[in-house]
């Protein structure tokens, strides 16, 4: 039973447009959630968090929108670069910053020239 | 070290045999971490230690799966049998335990059980 789900295992965008993942999750108790980028080869890096209580969080061209009532957050980048073409997860705890994460699968964004 | 190691990069083994990895992770991080990634999946949770406290097992397949670390540090985790479905990229994640913005992670080992 996934408690973290990432429903779109791909994802396109042009080079200088907005790239939008998401990400549901049905354990009501996590309380803190982040986003980690993975390159081929490569371990995930940690992208950005945001803490149950707020709504937003912002870095650079990352932006982290949760939506409690819905159960769902949402990773904006803006602009987009091929840079940025990596498998993104999204991930989540119970207990604030610490404790083991539970990870969705992934999306893989593509930014094409 | 600068970042957290692990070793070897790539395994492949034959089924029934048993395997090593191995985990350095950053100096100074209290917490130690293991996941797996399979083919298609997201990173799935094994075995979590921080500091002297007991490990969090909760996460771990079966029984011929173990894993032990020394001096606080080095992490070793140990797949007795092994089946073809253990084949996965295995990954190690270092933090502090306060005040961490996220894990370290290392760039995984990648067994395969032939």
């Known amino acids: 039973d996934q408690q973290v789900k990432q429903n779109s295992p791909s994802l396109s965008v042009q080079e200088g447009r907005i790239s939008i993942l998401n990400c549901d999750y049905t354990n009501s108790m996590f309380d803190y959630f982040l986003w980690y980028k993975k390159y081929p080869a490569e371990g995930p890096t940690f992208l950005i968090s945001i803490s149950s209580i707020k709504d937003k969080n912002e870095d650079g061209r990352f932006t982290v929108f949760l939506n409690k009532s819905a159960k769902h957050l949402s990773l904006h980048i803006v602009p987009s670069q091929p840079g940025d073409s990596a498998v993104y997860f999204c991930?989540?705890?119970?207990?604030?910053?610490?404790?083991?994460?539970?990870f969705g699968k992934g999306t893989k964004l593509s930014v094409k020239p | 070290g600068a970042g957290v190691s692990q070793s070897p990069s790539n395994k492949v083994t034959e089924k029934g045999k048993d395997v090593e990895l191995r985990c350095d992770p950053i100096s100074g991080h209290t917490a130690l971490y293991w996941y797996r990634q399979s083919l298609g999946q997201g990173l799935e949770f094994l075995i979590y230690?921080?500091?002297?406290?007991?490990?969090?097992k909760s996460g771990l397949p079966s029984d011929r799966f173990s894993a032990e670390r020394t001096g606080g540090s080095v992490s070793t985790l140990t797949i007795q049998r092994t089946q073809q479905e253990d084949s996965a990229v295995y990954l190690c994640a270092s933090s502090f335990f306060t005040g961490w913005r996220g894990y370290t992670f290392g760039s995984g080992t990648r067994l395969t059980v032939v």
């Open positions: 230690f921080q500091g002297n406290s007991a490990p969090d």
């Open positions: 991930a989540a705890s119970v207990g604030g910053s610490q404790g083991n994460l539970i």
